[in-house]
């Protein structure tokens, strides 16, 4: 598989994330339009009620600040992660909400943790992480892309600030982390040029065979002709020029 065709534009690249974002989008102007207050519906560590939160809490947030910080890293991480590894793009999302939910569900403080920051943790660490061990130059720069704009992020999985749920940050991060590490994907194959082959051979190279054996460039005037090279012609047209086109002041050569 080349390059041209493994990093390939697919209308899934904004479909997937379009379709994120509407959808926390939609279920906030709900809570607001009828003004209802879903945020129950969220993970509640430990208790058996709490484990639909696992599936639901992703579309919950508490506010349009809440909203909106989490609205363009789930679109920009999402649509990363379906273009440079569409072929487990949607493995990493199901598992990621699950996994990343029900880390949250056994570790979390006796409270309804809500918003999909916690998949967003687990799509950052797992593109950084899986860029870094594929090796490949692309993926290599999207991880270093990854973490230039979401480094700071990595604070948040500890607990230094009221009111944020650390514990469903620390879910995502490990689970993104285990994700890169099992999840196997086909890497496109870099193109390799004709002197990078094993079968290589110097007496076959056109390019090669414009120089000598001493490494000088082979000229037309060398007394044997260029090894079948074609000899390049020049040719030149006169014309006759009147007398009487000559402008004032002009004289004809």
Known sequence: MTENTYFKFSNSVIVVPLFTV?????VFFIELK????????????RSFTGLRGIVLSPFLHGS????YNNTIPIAILTAALVYFYRGIAYKVLLIGVLLSGLITWLIGRPSY????SG???????FIFFKGVLSKHYRLVALSLIVVFIYGSMLWYIFPVKEGISWEGHLGGFSTGLLLALTLRTSLPKPKKYDWER???NEEDDDFLKHFD???????????????GLDQPRVIYHYKKIEKEDLKDGEAQN
Do not use: C, K, M
């Open 22 to 26: 509407l959808a926390i989008w939609t």
């Open 64 to 67: 349009v600040d809440h909203l």
């Open 34 to 45: 009828f003004q209802v207050n879903l945020n129950h519906y969220g993970i509640y560590p």
């Open 119 to 125: 998949l967003i943790y687990v799509l950052a660490t």
């Open 113 to 116: 943790h809500i918003g999909i």
């Open 213 to 227: 054996e001493n490494g000088n460039f082979i000229e037309s005037r060398n007394e044997e002709p260029n090894q």
């Open 198 to 200: 094993e079968d290589y």
